[in-house]
C-alpha cells in the first residue's frame, strides 16, 4: 500500500501520532512518505520526509511549486491521508483529478465564533465533501464532520505510545511514592516540603486551550483552605510553549504565592506520573489528549473538564468539571486527597480501562483495513 500522509505544522500529540503511525504502518509493510514543514519533521524525527509544506513564508510561486510536487506524489499513492483541517484542504486540492482517494482526520475541534469561524466551516465543508471519509480523534468531532457533510464519518481513537509501558510498571507502595516527590521537586529547586505534601500534577503546554489560568485559579481557591489537603498541595505543572503566557502565570503565581510550579519540559514525564497523587487537566477542549490516557496507565486519579473526547476516558472512573471552573475543579482534587480509598479505586478501574485500548500495531492494522477498503472507491 502506497501512502501519503500529510501532516502541517505540529508541536504536539498529531504530530505524535504521525509519527507512530507512519512507523507502525511501515512495520506492517506499507510504503509511507510524509509530507509536511520542515520544522516538524526535524520535531519529530520523522526520516524521509518531505518538507513541501505551502505557506506564507514560502510565498506564492513557492507554495505552487510545493503543491505541483505534492499532486505528482498523490497521482502515484493509493491514498491520501491528512491529519487536522489545513492539511485536509492541501490534500483535497492536491489530489483533485487525480483519483486518488482522500482520508481526512479531525484531531482538533475549531473553537471561537465570527467571521473566522464562517470561513473555516466554509473551508470544512468543502474538506468533508470531498474526502472520500472523514475521522474524529473523539465522538463529538465525528458528529461535527457529518454536520458539515461528510459521506462518510468514523471514530479513529488516537492511542498514547507511552501506554504500554506504563501498563508494566505496577503503581509505587505510597512511601516509595512519597520519596520519588521529594526527589522530583529537589531536582526542579522546589521544597523544602513535608514528607506528606501532596503533588497534583498536569502535564500540557502552555498554551491557550489548556487554561492553566483556570488551574492557577483553583489552586488559589485550595490554597485559601489552608489544613485541608489540597490546601497543602503543591500544583506542578509540565510542560513548554507560550512564553508569553508562560510570564503571565509566573507573574500571577508570584504576586499570589501560589504554590504552583511551572517546570518546564521534563525528561521523563513518567516520573511524575508515577509520583503525583492527582492528575488535572483544566482544557478548554481535547480531544483523546494522550497525557489522560498515560495519566490512567499509570494508576494515577484523573480530574479534567468534560468538554470534546475527555469525557469517553474519564467517565466512571475519574472526575469531570465544567470548563472554567476552578471552584469545582479545586473540589474535586480536594475529594481526591483527603480519600485515599477513592484514589485507590480510580487508580485500579484507571489502569482496567487502559488495558481495553488498541496498541499502535492494533491502530495500524485498522487503518491498513481502511486504506484498503478505499481502493476504487473515487
Not at 490534500?91 to 481526512?104: D, E, K, L, R, S
Not at 461528510?150 to 509505587?172: F, Q
Not at 487537566?281 to 483523546?288: D, G, I, N, T, Y
Request: hydrophobic residues 45%; proline residues 6%; without cysteine.
Amino acid at each position: 500500500m502506497r501512502v501519503v500522509m500529510l501532516l502541517g505544522r505540529s508541536a504536539g500529540g498529531i504530530g505524535t501520532h504521525v509519527a507512530d503511525l507512519t512507523a507502525d504502518l511501515r512495520a506492517l509493510g506499507d510504503d509511507v512518505t510524509v509530507v509536511t514543514d520542515a520544522s516538524t519533521a526535524a520535531r519529530f524525527d520523522l526520516p524521509g520526509a518531505r518538507p513541501w509544506w505551502p505557506s506564507r513564508a514560502s510565498g506564492v510561486l513557492g507554495s505552487l511549486r510545493d503543491l505541483r510536487r505534492l499532486r505528482g506524489l498523490a497521482r502515484g499513492a493509493d491514498v491520501l491521508h491528512a491529519h487536522g483541517h489545513q492539511a485536509g484542504l492541501v490534500a483535497v486540492v492536491a489530489a483533485a483529478g487525480t483519483g486518488t482517494p482522500v482520508v481526512v482526520s479531525q484531531h482538533n475541534a475549531v473553537l471561537g465564533g465570527g467571521a473566522r469561524r464562517r470561513v473555516l466551516d466554509l473551508v470544512q465543508r468543502l474538506v468533508a465533501h470531498e474526502a472520500t471519509f472523514v475521522t474524529g480523534a473523539s465522538s463529538d468531532l465525528v458528529a461535527e464532520a457529518r454536520r458539515l457533510g461528510a459521506r462518510d464519518a468514523r471514530l479513529a481513537e488516537v492511542p498514547s505510545p507511552r501506554v504500554p509501558d506504563l501498563l508494566t510498571a505496577t503503581p509505587l507502595p505510597d512511601a516509595e511514592r512519597r520519596l520519588l516527590v521529594a526527589e522530583l521537586l529537589q531536582e526542579n529547586g522546589i521544597g523544602p516540603l513535608t514528607s506528606d505534601t501532596p503533588l497534583v500534577l498536569t502535564i500540557a503546554r502552555i498554551a491557550p486551550q489548556k487554561d492553566l489560568d483556570t488551574l492557577v485559579d483553583a489552586a488559589r481557591v485550595s490554597f485559601q483552605w489552608g489544613e485541608k489537603p489540597a490546601g497543602g498541595a503543591v500544583w506542578v505543572v509540565v510542560g513548554g510553549g507560550d512564553e508569553g503566557l508562560r510570564a503571565a502565570l509566573m507573574r500571577r503565581i508570584r504576586d499570589d504565592g501560589l504554590p504552583v510550579h511551572l517546570v518546564g519540559p521534563q525528561p521523563d514525564p513518567a516520573r511524575w506520573l508515577r509520583a503525583a497523587d492527582v492528575f488535572v487537566l483544566p482544557s478548554r477542549w481535547e480531544a483523546r489528549a494522550l497525557v489522560v490516557q498515560e495519566a490512567m496507565a499509570a494508576g494515577l486519579p484523573v480530574v479534567a473538564t468534560d468538554t470534546g473526547g475527555l469525557p469517553d476516558l474519564v467517565r466512571g472512573i475519574g472526575t469531570l468539571v465544567p470548563v472554567n471552573d476552578p471552584t469545582r475543579l479545586a473540589e474535586a482534587v480536594e475529594a481526591f486527597l483527603r480519600d485515599p480509598a477513592a484514589r485507590h479505586t480510580a487508580s485500579v478501574k484507571g489502569r482496567e480501562r487502559a488495558t481495553s485500548w488498541d496498541d499502535g500495531t492494533a491502530t495500524a492494522r485498522r487503518w491498513h483495513e481502511w486504506y484498503s477498503g478505499m481502493l476504487g472507491m473515487t
